[in-house]
């Protein structure tokens, strides 16, 4: 997703309130505070909105989606799934899993407690229209 900087926006399309950008907020609200982590980095919830936008989404294209390197989509996958190790869990929001008859392609997906973040958060932006 490529975005335009404010001095490539036409001078036409000024900045208005917009109650959707109250709304992105408040789930990103629901987001953190279900972590419990109130520095939760922005790809990380760029990369959980996409996957429960989806049913299943290969973990190979979040690049383009955070914009970040894949190493990077390997890490945050890890900390919204199982965690990097023992001593580092990770949310348990999503879950990853080789792709049949695919197997170097890893398929990501929410859990249950994604699931239910997701839904969580469509509450939070039915609640603010």
Same mark, same amino acid.
């Given at each position: 997703? !490529?975005? !335009?900087?404010? /001095? ?28 419990g /982590?109130?520095?939760?980095? &922005?790809?990380?919830?760029l &990369? ?8 299943e ?7 383009? &989606? ?9 890490? /945050?996958?890890?900390?919204?799934? !199982?965690?990097?190790?023992?001593? !580092? ?41």
């Open positions: 997703m !490529k975005t !335009k900087h404010a /001095n490539e926006i036409p001078e036409a399309a000024q900045y208005q309130h917009s109650p959707a950008l109250a709304q992105v907020g408040e789930a990103l609200a629901v987001l953190t505070e279900s972590t /982590n109130p520095k939760l980095h &922005i790809q990380q919830a &990369i959980f909105l996409h996957v429960a936008a989806h049913d989404v290969l973990q190979a294209g979040l690049d383009t &989606i955070a914009g970040i390197a894949q190493s990077s989509v390997s890490r /945050n996958v890890a900390l919204l799934g !199982k965690g990097l190790s023992p001593d !580092k869990p990770g949310y348990g929001l999503l879950e990853s899993g080789e792709v049949p008859h695919y197997r170097r392609s890893k398929a990501v997906r929410l859990t249950e407690k994604g699931k239910a973040l997701a839904w969580d958060m469509q509450q939070a932006l039915r609640a603010q229209q």
